[in-house]
């Protein structure tokens, strides 16, 4: 039985120029290179210019994935930012990507699941092309998490970094089979008991404040392993597949140690592994985007492989999709 499938015709990435190092970061808390990479493996992470809003990066990253897929700006009519930092309160960060790139028709708005934002972002857009009510879709990871941290706080100001990614989705026929190309499948989960481990202190509706990202590091990496091969193992059991099929799978780039304790327990080799947490940090709902990116852009990720994304992030939240490229 034929249906659309929501297939990715082109993928890009921005990143700020500036670049802070351990070593930099050693100068302004109790903190050193050895401790952040042996907790976290990251290595440097980008921070925003105060002219670079999330929107800003994200018009960037957009703009890269349409030259990527040799489309026009007036060839989206749907576009959904994931992002945990909006420019405003309101209107959506989604609405200044789509000014910016000058569309004025189709759809935009946000998706805020923290860092699981863009994995939920590329399932709302799968609905609305497999539906047939949109043609293609802008999806977009942007954030400024810098905006967020407590920079006296060394035990989260360390992981953090900012960056935007993005894709192009395109609704496209196909056979309904687990070959075809485009998102084969989503799953999505939420536990609000989860809030406190994983949280920012403030809000318009709370403290009337932004407030600065709050985190009980060991109980989110003690949470994080196992829901995220939940979601992943029913991703497989949908589609017939199994982890021996993968031929990437790009986890959220949080930490290097939930991602090979995730991949060891799913048993995906390592080398399967898209790792770019070193060099960004955790760029929350950017994570995913920018290492698609990265990895189709030197060549790993080609036409027709087999392609898990993944994501936990706060509130709990959490999702996979299995995409063929």
């Given at each position: 039985m034929t249906c659309l499938r929501s297939v990715v015709r082109g993928c890009g990435s921005f990143l700020p120029a500036r670049v802070v190092t351990n070593a930099d970061l050693a100068e302004r808390v109790d903190t050193s290179d050895e401790w952040i990479v042996q907790r976290s493996g990251i290595s440097q992470r980008h921070i925003a210019a105060d002219d670079e809003t999330t929107s800003v990066l994200g018009i960037k990253a957009a703009?890269?994935?349409?030259?990527?897929?040799?489309?026009?700006?007036?060839?989206?009519?749907?576009?959904?930012?994931?992002?945990?930092?909006?420019?405003?309160?309101?209107?959506?960060?989604?609405?200044?990507?789509?000014?910016?790139?000058?569309?004025?028709?189709?759809?935009?708005?946000?998706?805020?699941?923290?860092?699981?934002?863009?994995?939920?972002?590329?399932?709302?857009?799968?609905?609305?092309?497999?539906?047939?009510?949109?043609?293609?879709?802008?999806?977009?990871?942007?954030?400024?998490?810098?905006?967020?941290?407590?920079?006296?706080?060394?035990?989260?100001?360390?992981?953090?970094?900012?960056?935007?990614g993005a894709i192009v989705l395109e609704a496209q026929e196909a056979e309904g089979a687990p070959t075809d190309r485009g998102v084969l499948t989503s799953h999505l989960r939420s536990d609000g008991r989860h809030r406190s481990k994983l949280y920012v202190d403030g809000g318009p509706g709370s403290t009337k404040t932004v407030g600065h990202l709050r985190m009980e590091g060991r109980e989110v990496f003690r949470h994080a392993v196992g829901m995220i091969t939940d979601v992943i193992e029913d991703a497989f059991a949908a589609t017939g597949t199994s982890a021996d099929d993968l031929d990437w799978f790009v986890p959220h780039q949080a930490n290097r140690r939930i991602i090979n304790a995730s991949a060891d327990k799913l048993g995906i080799a390592r080398e399967k592994v898209v790792v770019t947490v070193d060099h960004h940090g955790n760029t929350s709902a950017a994570s995913i985007p920018l290492a698609l990116a990265e990895a189709a852009a030197d060549g790993r990720i080609k036409a027709g492989e087999l392609v898990m994304i993944e994501a936990m992030g706060g509130g709990f939240t959490w999702g996979s999709a299995l995409i063929r490229w």
């Open positions: 703009r890269a994935a349409l030259d990527n897929a040799g489309l026009a700006p007036q060839d989206i009519d749907l576009i959904i930012c994931a992002t945990s930092t909006p420019d405003f309160t309101f209107p959506a960060t989604a609405t200044q990507i789509q000014a910016g790139l000058g569309i004025t028709a189709g759809v935009a708005f946000d998706v805020q699941a923290v860092c699981s934002g863009f994995v939920f972002a590329v399932a709302t857009a799968d609905k609305f092309l497999a539906s047939g009510s949109h043609k293609r879709a802008l999806v977009v990871g942007a954030e400024t998490f810098s905006r967020l941290l407590d920079w006296t706080d060394r035990t989260t100001c360390v992981l953090f970094g900012d960056g935007a």
